[in-house]
């Protein structure tokens, strides 16, 4: 039995379309991708362009209020929609923006008073969040199924522990 990336690719949508799709949580997936895409794509520009950054004036404008227009524009969109296609959009837009958020916590908890010059934006605390995140998404999504096979497994397990066989006709 050969490995082969196009069989890969068509057991990955099988297993999308019926963990997501089927149970109808399209949203949430869509929000979570485009919340690792996002994570993954600002914590990599920081880290390989770290003098890259918009001033104005005396301001230093971190990429977070970027999330946050991201967010407040995602939200607008889903109140005032009940087609599904600017719902996606609107969950995508809210991935980004929860990502580009989420990749800055760091630096956001350890700023903490005006006279606190040093603020860390590679702060332990940062992946700690993202994990939980990605916990969270992922007990939203997958919990489910992954409980329907759990049960039957300890279901199953427990008989054959206790003796108990029914007969095959």
């Known amino acids: 039995m050969r490995f082969s990336p196009l069989e890969l690719t068509k057991d990955l949508a099988s297993l999308t379309y019926h963990d997501v799709a089927r149970r109808r949580l399209v949203t949430p997936f869509l929000i979570f991708i485009s919340f690792l895409l996002a994570f993954a794509t600002t914590r990599a520009v920081a880290y390989l362009f770290p003098s890259v950054n918009l001033i104005i004036g005396r301001y230093h404008i971190h990429h977070f209020y970027y999330g946050i227009a991201l967010l407040v524009a ?18 995508v837009l809210s991935g980004f923006g929860l990502g580009i958020i989420a990749d800055e916590i760091g630096l956001l908890l350890t700023c903490t008073s005006p006279q606190l010059l040093q603020c860390d934006y590679y702060a332990r605390i940062t992946l700690d969040i993202f994990i939980a995140i990605v916990a969270a998404f992922l007990s939203v999504l997958y919990l489910m199924p992954v409980m329907r096979r759990f049960r039957r497994v300890t279901y199953r397990t427990l008989m054959l522990m206790l003796g108990v066989f029914r007969r095959r006709r």
């Open 74 to 91: 995602s939200n607008w969109i889903a109140l005032i929609t009940n087609r599904p296609w600017p719902k996606y959009f609107a969950a």
